[in-house]
């Protein structure tokens, strides 16, 4: 019934996105593990990690095209969720390495022993199990969310402000993070792990194994979300986004719609988080920094936003630029990247998937691709 | 005053040594002829008798003496030094001397530490009065017992006040440190001692507390301690403050550009931080450029035109990117933030990654102290710069019709337009505006920040603190923004280090905007709700 539910709402491009990643989610460990490394068509190790990581971009991208796209909350400190939920299981992998660390201490990790800490502080208490560590996953940034939007939506902080106010939060926990004494490994960050339920890390199978389930989350995700912008509940946050004002006076309780919302955002972008660490090996607070935020806003903003397939798309293609720019012409690369927020905005406001869509159908774009102009006169 | 007192005391000590001049020839000839004794205990009278003597030589060969440039001839029982060129004089009348066979007078340590008391103690009697203050504060810092005569014998002569003080203060550490001193000289030191109330003075009266048994002088000093103690941490919160307003008028000047173009046309400009590093680079560019003669006014030179290329690179902005996302200021941000980056990259392409060396002109670097006060020059005129930026925006804000204009967008733009106010050219004046008092800041931060491609970022995100704090209806409140960030900044570091001081200021950034969400002077009517 469930699935009957998360699938009843899908439409073409939905069940198209749906079977690409089912179907990437079983070639590509086929690709990586059965077929002979000399063969034409073996996938190298480094690009099953490489397409894993842009996956678990996509996530965030989806998650932060559900709030924006689709409710007009611009986070410009969704990084930080991301990175909370990378540092809960980061935490969990750190607390699997034991006494194969370098000083070998069974109880403390290798930079606790190293600040001369004498016992596990609390904060790290229980991760050594996985189903705790899990759950703080989703709880640490949904937590968060929940009582920054508690604070923010009730006094009506929005716009522009709002986005400032996001970009503050991630500031400021990157330099909490930053500090040896806040007990999270301080500007080196949690790394150095070694394997997760028992299985080494470093793996080709492994590899293989997380970018399947990174397309699974990613699926997941995405029916969630689709579930929840489709329903009826999903028509009052696109209203709350044209004209926020309008629905409060039509008696709705606008800072429910954006909490709730919100909350759920933040918990899948931990998802992606804590899918990413495993994956590159090291989390650490630059993660935090407000730049990979806003960042991830122009994912969403390239693919297309109040689409979630164009989120993740948008997500996919830039960090595939970025990997090619980065390799082929470093110094071009914050120029490329500066160029795509300028000409995206003024182009392609509706985002690639906008251009495909309009060009398809000749006519007038889906409601749910047209935010209405805001009435001019400052900060809406 | 100076030159009268001091001509007055020449005239005394003429005096004084025309009446004894006969006996004290005789007393100098047998100190003198001690060192031709070269035998070490009669060398250290010697030294000591001289340095009482006041004769004009003594300082030269003291000073000969310990840089082993003293002679005797063992025949004649004459003394004679080299200078530091080589050439002999006479140690009797420092005339140039010349003589065979001579041998070299010996010298110990014990010896050395002998003339160096010796010399300090003669330097108490110098002619110049800051010379004095210094060899006063020689003793007070080495609280040699032996220089107390000395000390004594300058104090009574000393006309001037501050080498007065410096010498009752002298013999107030001696007397305080040494055992056998009357109880109420002792007293009597602690009470001088606490008046000066510096470190210095807290270690010494800490020292003797420790040392002396229950009595009167150990209540003194403990209570002299406390007082001590009050008074460094009240100088100490008076740096911070200080410290903090310095804080506070950098925050200004990078965030009032960008509390304007946020109130007129809504839109919160990310590349506000690069223009800022313009104005810097603009600051490098000058100076490399400029012949060495006009470095001193590199500065002045640089602010106009600093405040010329930000205002051109934001009109720039504005015509070719913001104006297009009007009434999209989420859009906007996004647009912005890509300018930022281009522009970061475009600097670290030309100038490239690492930072440029920036000279301060010479009336910019050094400090004062005014009392436990350190105040650098440069700070003063950042605060000074700020001040008058300040002035200058509500001048033209208030007085000027370009700033009446302004002001009717900011409230209401549509009212505005209507009125026939070219709301589109105002938009761009007040973005040229804005970014070029980003310029000028970007001169200020040049003086005590790194000039480097990401001079911007680092004050990006504490200027928006300070315009959601300080809302944009009123340029007051971006003042009272800056003030409070800055001052509260720094009063918080000590308690809770500088981190955690930021973290909680953001925390109560996210707080207060609960209470106010449009900051403290918000605009009012329906603007707001537009």
């Known amino acids: 019934?469930?699935?009957?539910?998360?699938?009843?709402?899908?439409?073409?491009?939905?069940?198209?996105?749906?079977?690409?990643?089912?179907?990437?989610?079983?070639?590509?460990?086929?690709?990586?593990?059965?077929?002979?490394?000399?063969?034409?068509?073996?996938?190298?190790?480094?690009?099953?990690?490489?397409?894993?990581?842009?996956?678990?971009?996509?996530?965030?991208?989806?998650?932060?095209?559900?709030?924006?796209?689709?409710?007009?909350?611009?986070?410009?400190?969704?990084?930080?969720?991301?990175?909370?939920?990378?540092?809960?299981?980061?935490?969990?992998?750190?607390?699997?390495?034991?006494?194969?660390?370098?000083?070998?201490?069974?109880?403390?990790?290798?930079?606790?022993?190293?600040?001369?800490?004498?016992?596990?502080?609390?904060?790290?208490?229980?991760?050594?199990?996985?189903?705790?560590?899990?759950?703080?996953?989703?709880?640490?940034?949904?937590?968060?969310?929940?009582?920054?939007?508690?604070?923010?939506?009730?006094?009506?902080?929005?716009?522009?402000?709002?986005?400032i106010i996001t970009q503050a939060m991630t500031y400021a926990l990157k330099l909490a993070f930053f500090r040896n004494d806040f007990g999270f490994g301080g500007n080196n960050g949690l790394t150095d792990f070694k394997d997760i339920l028992g299985i080494p890390l470093h793996t080709d199978a492994t590899r293989a194994g997380f970018f399947s389930l990174s397309a699974l989350f990613l699926v997941?995700?995405?029916?969630?979300?689709?579930?929840?912008?489709?329903?009826?509940?999903?028509?009052?946050?696109?209203?709350?986004?044209?004209?926020?004002?309008?629905?409060?006076?039509?008696?709705?309780?606008?800072?429910?719609?954006?909490?709730?919302?919100?909350?759920?955002?933040?918990?899948?972008?931990?998802?992606?988080?804590?899918?990413?660490?495993?994956?590159?090996?090291?989390?650490?607070?630059?993660?935090?920094?407000?730049?990979?935020?806003?960042?991830?806003?122009?994912?969403?903003?390239?693919?297309?936003?109040?689409?979630?397939?164009?989120?993740?798309?948008?997500?996919?293609?830039?960090?595939?630029?970025?990997?090619?720019?980065?390799?082929?012409?470093?110094?071009?690369?914050?120029?490329?990247?500066?160029?795509?927020?300028?000409?995206?905005?003024?182009?392609?406001?509706?985002?690639?998937l906008g251009l495909v869509v309009a060009r398809r159908e000749k006519k007038a774009p889906p409601a749910a691709l047209s935010p209405v102009a805001p009435q001019p006169g400052g900060a809406q | 005053m100076l030159i009268r007192t001091l001509s007055a005391f020449l005239v005394l000590l003429c005096l004084g040594l025309a009446t004894s001049a006969s006996a004290r020839a005789d007393a100098l000839d047998d100190t003198l002829a001690r060192f031709a004794a070269d035998k070490f205990p009669e060398s250290e009278k010697a030294v000591g008798e001289l340095a009482a003597s006041g004769a004009p030589t003594a300082q030269n060969i003291l000073e000969a003496l310990s840089d082993n440039r003293l002679y005797f001839d063992p025949g004649a029982r004459k003394i004679y030094f080299k200078d530091a060129s080589g050439g002999l004089f006479d140690a009797r009348t420092g005339e140039k001397a010349s003589a065979q066979n001579l041998k070299k007078v010996r010298v110990n340590n014990g010896l050395r530490s002998a003339i160096g008391a010796a010399l300090g103690s003669m330097t108490l009697a110098a002619a110049d009065p800051e010379k004095r203050i210094a060899a006063a504060e020689a003793v007070f810092k080495s609280r040699d017992a032996k220089a107390l005569a000395n000390v004594n014998a300058a104090l009574s002569k000393e006309t001037d006040?501050?080498?007065?003080?410096?010498?009752?203060?002298?013999?107030?550490?001696?007397?305080?440190?040494?055992?056998?001193?009357?109880?109420?000289?002792?007293?009597?030191?602690?009470?001088?001692?606490?008046?000066?109330?510096?470190?210095?003075?807290?270690?010494?009266?800490?020292?003797?507390?420790?040392?002396?048994?229950?009595?009167?002088?150990?209540?003194?000093?403990?209570?002299?301690?406390?007082?001590?103690?009050?008074?460094?941490?009240?100088?100490?919160?008076?740096?911070?403050?200080?410290?903090?307003?310095?804080?506070?008028?950098?925050?200004?000047?990078?965030?009032?550009?960008?509390?304007?173009?946020?109130?007129?046309?809504?839109v919160i400009n990310m590349a506000h931080g690069e223009m800022v590093m313009l104005g810097a680079y603009t600051v490098f560019v000058v100076q490399s450029a400029l012949p060495p003669s006009l470095s001193e006014w590199s500065l002045a030179i640089s602010l106009p035109l600093a405040f010329i290329v930000a205002g051109i690179v934001g009109v720039v902005i504005e015509r070719f990117v913001i104006q297009f996302l009007y009434g999209r200021p989420l859009e906007t941000l996004l647009a912005t933030w890509g300018v930022s980056l281009i522009l970061q990259q475009a600097v670290r392409t030309i100038f490239g990654a690492n930072n440029r060396q920036v000279y301060a002109p010479r009336f910019m670097s050094g400090g004062v102290e005014?009392?436990?006060?350190?105040?650098?020059?440069?700070?003063?005129?950042?605060?000074?710069?700020?001040?008058?930026?300040?002035?200058?925006?509500?001048?033209?804000?208030?007085?000027?019709?370009?700033?009446?204009?302004?002001?009717?967008?900011?409230?209401?733009?549509?009212?505005?337009s209507a009125m026939g106010i070219s709301t589109g050219f105002i938009d761009m004046l007040a973005f040229a505006l804005g970014s070029g008092i980003a310029g000028v800041a970007g001169v200020a931060l040049s003086q005590i920040d790194n000039v480097s491609p990401n001079l911007g970022q680092g004050y990006i995100i504490d200027s928006f603190m300070v315009v959601v704090l300080g809302g944009v209806g009123n340029?007051?409140?971006?003042?009272?923004?800056?003030?409070?960030?800055?001052?509260?900044?720094?009063?918080?570091?000590?308690?809770a280090g500088a981190v955690l001081g930021k973290i909680a200021l953001l925390i109560f950034i996210i707080l207060f905007i609960q209470k106010r969400p449009r900051g403290l002077f918000a605009l009012k009517g329906r603007a707001v709700e537009a």
């Open chain 2, 475 to 495: 340029l007051w409140g971006t003042l009272l923004g800056a003030l409070t960030l800055g001052v509260a900044n720094k009063l918080l570091e000590p308690f």
């Open chain 1, 1 to 163: 019934m469930i699935t009957a539910r998360l699938f009843g709402k899908l439409d073409g491009l939905g069940y198209a996105f749906v079977v690409l990643l089912v179907a990437a989610a079983i070639a590509v460990p086929v690709l990586a593990l059965l077929v002979p490394r000399d063969s034409p068509f073996a996938m190298p190790p480094y690009i099953v990690a490489l397409l894993g990581k842009y996956l678990c971009y996509a996530m965030l991208a989806l998650a932060l095209d559900l709030v924006w796209g689709y409710c007009g909350i611009l986070s410009l400190g969704h990084g930080a969720f991301f990175a909370l939920g990378g540092y809960a299981m980061g935490m969990y992998l750190m607390r699997q390495i034991g006494a194969r660390g370098v000083y070998a201490n069974p109880l403390l990790p290798d930079f606790m022993v190293f600040l001369n800490w004498r016992a596990l502080p609390v904060a790290w208490w229980g991760f050594n199990f996985f189903p705790y560590a899990m759950a703080m996953v989703m709880l640490v940034p949904g937590v968060l969310a929940f009582a920054f939007g508690w604070f923010a939506f009730r006094s009506r902080v929005n716009g522009v402000y709002l986005s």
């Open chain 1, 220 to 352: 997941i995700a995405y029916l969630v979300a689709k579930a929840i912008v489709s329903s009826k509940y999903g028509k009052a946050l696109i209203a709350v986004r044209d004209a926020e004002s309008r629905i409060r006076f039509l008696g709705y309780r606008v800072e429910n719609y954006k909490l709730f919302v919100f909350v759920v955002s933040a918990v899948m972008a931990g998802i992606a988080g804590a899918l990413y660490v495993p994956q590159v090996g090291i989390i650490n607070p630059s993660e935090f920094d407000p730049a990979n935020s806003i960042e991830a806003v122009i994912w969403v903003a390239v693919g297309g936003r109040g689409a979630l397939v164009g989120a993740a798309l948008g997500a996919v293609i830039v960090n595939f630029a970025k990997t090619y720019f980065t390799g082929a012409l470093p110094e071009y690369w914050l120029f490329a990247l500066g160029a795509l927020f300028i000409l995206t905005t003024l182009f392609l406001p509706k985002g690639i």
């Open chain 2, 370 to 416: 005014v009392g436990g006060l350190s105040i650098t020059t440069g700070r003063l005129w950042i605060i000074v710069l700020a001040i008058i930026v300040f002035i200058a925006l509500q001048l033209v804000l208030r007085l000027t019709s370009f700033g009446l204009r302004m002001r009717a967008v900011t409230q209401n733009r549509r009212m505005a």
């Open chain 2, 161 to 266: 006040l501050r080498a007065a003080l410096a010498l009752r203060q002298a013999r107030a550490a001696i007397l305080l440190s040494s055992a056998d001193a009357a109880e109420s000289d002792r007293l009597a030191a602690i009470g001088v001692l606490k008046e000066r109330g510096d470190q210095d003075a807290q270690s010494m009266i800490d020292e003797a507390a420790q040392k002396e048994q229950a009595g009167p002088v150990k209540s003194a000093a403990q209570a002299a301690l406390s007082a001590i103690q009050f008074k460094l941490a009240l100088w100490s919160v008076a740096q911070n403050l200080w410290y903090g307003l310095s804080l506070s008028s950098v925050l200004l000047l990078a965030a009032i550009g960008l509390a304007i173009t946020f109130g007129v046309m809504g």
